[in-house]
């Protein structure tokens, strides 16, 4: 079974920086995507930034220029490294692991950015 588990959230003033890390265990195919999304109360869960096992990447407009995602395809292991952050980016973030036909979620990490 395929477990995926978070750390690194917390609290940030505006302009700091935080680093999440996903840690993916079980059994995992090499040809996969992992990424973070996120979620405001109230609001639907949305993709941050994904990255494949080639090493290409996604991120929503409103994070580029500030997030990271990086992998190290070895640990199963998912990083994403958060700069200039803003209260805007105050939500849960989540880990995904999307593997052939099914996604994986992480159990979600705070992160809440003050103004």
């Known amino acids: 079974q395929v477990q995926l588990v978070e750390s690194g959230g917390g609290f940030v003033q505006a302009g700091g920086s935080l680093r999440l890390s996903c840690a993916a265990s079980g059994i995992i195919f090499s040809a996969n995507v992992m990424g973070w999304y996120r979620q405001c109360p109230g609001k639907q869960r949305e993709r941050v930034a994904v990255i494949n096992s080639a090493g290409q990447t996604y991120y929503a407009d409103s994070v580029k220029g500030r997030f990271t995602i990086s992998r190290a395809n070895a640990k199963n292991t998912v990083y994403l490294q958060m700069d200039s952050l803003k209260p805007e980016d105050t939500a849960v973030y989540y880990c995904?692991?999307?593997?052939?036909?099914?996604?994986?979620w992480g159990q979600g990490t705070q992160v809440t950015v003050s103004s």
């Open positions: 995904n692991l999307h593997l052939i036909a099914n996604d994986y």
